[in-house]
């Protein structure tokens, strides 16, 4: 086989504690999955969880114990900062139940879904799809990947967000609206979940921007924290 021009590497995130890497698929995003963030963001209710997408390559891995420079991207000037846990995908299938979704899950990693705020609600209030607004270069920046046989119980963890040293974003995973094994169920309804999908699964309340020469600290208590340097 001979291609047009050298493919791009496969992206990949470290799984904590080994030399394993954990090859990127897809990546899925859940929309409004808290409710405080829910009603933040103009609604309510435990609506129906919808989803929107990242490209593989808009990972940025944050190495423990580094502090990672986060590009300040082009055309906004309303960047903002959502922390969430990640749930990564080790064994595909469609149409798994909620009893069996643990069964497909690798292990977990504190993310961020980074939001180019004014793209996306200019894009909302002309009715069309808002993926520049979420899917651009290292707008999907994440932690190493904490296997599920060490992980935390996800249902006890919390989760947290600071910036230069002010807390943000503060909740309990357990606030989830729809579930970790709820998410998995429905999203397999729609595709097909692969080996190597991750799931950013939704941020609670506190939501809002962050300029250049910004640090943030997202942490997930038992799984660790990010360190990034908006520049």
């Not at 891995?61 to 000037?77: A, C, N, S």
């Not at 190493?144 to 963890?157: E, G, H, K, L, M």
């Not at 609206?177 to 097909?192: P, V």
């Amino acid at each position: 086989m001979t291609f047009a021009f050298p493919p791009a590497p496969v992206v990949c995130v470290p799984v904590l504690g080994t030399s394993t890497m954990f090859p990127v698929h897809r990546i899925y995003c859940v929309g409004r999955n808290y409710a405080e963030h829910a009603q933040e963001m103009g609604h309510s209710g435990r609506e129906a969880p919808f989803f929107f997408m990242k490209p593989a390559d808009a990972v940025l891995v944050v190495p423990t114990g580094d502090t990672v420079d986060l590009p300040y991207p082009t055309l906004t000037k309303n960047l903002h900062h959502e922390i969430e846990l990640v749930v990564a995908i080790g064994t595909g299938g469609q149409n798994i139940t909620v009893e069996d979704a643990p069964s497909h899950i690798f292990g977990y990693a504190v993310g961020l879904d980074m939001t180019r705020r004014d793209l996306q609600n200019d894009m909302k209030a002309q009715g069309r799809p808002w993926c520049i607004g979420k899917g651009f270069e290292h707008s999907a920046p994440i932690g190493p990947i904490t296997p599920v046989a060490v992980a935390v119980d996800i249902n006890q963890a919390t989760i947290h967000l600071e910036v230069n040293g002010q807390p943000r974003q503060h909740s309990a995973l357990s606030q989830l609206i729809w579930n970790i094994s709820e998410t998995i169920a429905q999203l397999s309804c729609a595709w097909t979940l692969q080996p190597g999908d991750l799931i950013y699964s939704g941020t609670p309340a506190g939501v809002g921007a962050v300029m250049r020469g910004d640090t943030l600290h997202g942490s997930i208590s038992g799984l660790g924290h990010i360190d990034l340097k908006v520049v």
